[in-house]
Nanobody
Framework: VQLQASGGGLVQPGGSLRLSCAASGLSNGEPNLMGWWRQIPGDKRELVAMFTSDDGTDTDYEDSVKGRFSLSKDNATNTLYLLMNNLKPEDTGVYYC????????????WGQGTQVTVSS
């Protein structure tokens, strides 16, 4: 399985960005959990938001992004989206897409990361 992330960039505080992550190599209909993680230099990678059920009904968001960020997924193309509204400088970092799949979701793959910078 491979992931291709895109959509990062420079945005002013209060602005919006949408990140995309396309997964390839999955078997047709293979259950998977996809999400976004963020890392800033010197810190560990932390969860931003992810689907916690394959059917997309359950999600987990980091507290600081609740109400501002929204996950969605196109199951036909296995593409994950993260809509980020009302961006703040503390949202700055490299965003990594992750997918968990296989038996008991024990396999996982990371995308290449996309930089998000929120600054005036």
């Amino acid at each position: 399985v491979q992931l291709q992330a895109s959509g990062g960039g420079l945005v002013q505080p209060g602005g919006s960005l949408r990140l995309s992550c396309a997964a390839s190599g999955l078997s047709n209909g293979e259950p998977n959990l996809m999400g976004w993680w963020r890392q800033i230099p010197g810190d560990k990678r932390e969860l931003v938001a992810m689907f916690t059920s394959d059917d997309g009904t359950d999600t987990d968001y980091e507290d600081s992004v609740k109400g501002r960020f929204s996950l969605s997924k196109d199951n036909a193309t296995n593409t994950l989206y993260l809509l980020m509204n009302n961006l703040k400088p503390e949202d700055t970092g490299v965003y990594y897409c992750n997918i968990r799949y296989g038996s008991s979701y024990r396999l996982d793959t990371w995308g290449q990361g996309t930089q998000v910078t929120v600054s005036s």
